[in-house]
Structure formats: structure tokens, C-alpha cells
């Protein structure tokens, strides 16, 4: 089993940035996935990025490539989301997925634990 927790996000102005954090604890394996997905109200769960446990891998959605980084700390059980030029259309919550099984890092069915997800507003 697999608890997820999410911090991080809030207000920011568009072109600001922010990070989310998600705390992991529970058993895991380096080549499973951590990732983070995001709703916006009336949209379909997007994949923003995601990073193997053991630090081999990342992956990012479209929306994401080249403003956000995600990075993982073994030592503190963390997954970062460092989310840069903040957009309007980047408002949405998010949420921290982590898989229990492997699979494919960006199809959400291969996810199994998640958290509450955070919110982050970007206005304009």
C-alpha cells in the first residue's frame, strides 16, 4: 500500500512559477512511476509528468515539455513538480499518482494509489 500526499499549490500570476510536492511513503519500486495528472473542470485527467523511483526515467505531456520539471528525492520519499511561465490554461488540480504494478508512465489506468490532489489557479 501506497499513501500519497500533495502540497504546493495556490494563486500565481501568469509567467510566475511554482512547485508541488508529494510525499510518498509506503513499499515501491525503481522502475515504477510517479507522476502527476491534472483536471481542469469539464476536461478529461491530462498527464503532466511523471519520474521512476530509481531515477532512470521522466516523462513529460505535451503541456509540460520545456516549463516543467519533475524530479524525485529517495531519501526524503518526495516527487517535485517544478512548474515554470505559468499559463491560465495550466489552472486545474493536481494530482500525484503513483503505480503499484508498472506499466505505460502516461495512461492513468496504470496508476493505482493517488492523493487529494492540490489545487493551483493561474490567473491572468
Known amino acids: 500500500q501506497v499513501q500519497v500526499v500533495e502540497s504546493g499549490g495556490g494563486l500565481v500570476q501568469a509567467g510566475g512559477s511554482l512547485r508541488l510536492s508529494c510525499q510518498a511513503s509506503?513499499?515501491?519500486?525503481?522502475?515504477?512511476?510517479k507522476g502527476w495528472f491534472r483536471q481542469a473542470p469539464g476536461n478529461e485527467r491530462d498527464f503532466v509528468a511523471a519520474?521512476?523511483?530509481?531515477?532512470?526515467?521522466?516523462s513529460y505531456g505535451d503541456s509540460a515539455k520545456g516549463r516543467f520539471t519533475i524530479s524525485r528525492d529517495v531519501l526524503k520519499n518526495t516527487v517535485s513538480l517544478k512548474k515554470n511561465n505559468l499559463r491560465p490554461e495550466d489552472t486545474a488540480i493536481y494530482c500525484c499518482?503513483?503505480?503499484?504494478?508498472?506499466?505505460?508512465?502516461?495512461?492513468?489506468?496504470?496508476?493505482?494509489?493517488w492523493g487529494q490532489g492540490t489545487q493551483v489557479t493561474v490567473s491572468s
Open positions: 499518482e503513483s503505480q503499484g504494478r508498472g506499466g505505460s508512465s502516461d495512461d492513468p489506468r496504470t496508476y493505482d494509489y
Open positions: 509506503g513499499r515501491t519500486f525503481s522502475t515504477y512511476w
Open positions: 519520474v521512476t523511483w530509481g531515477g532512470e526515467g521522466t
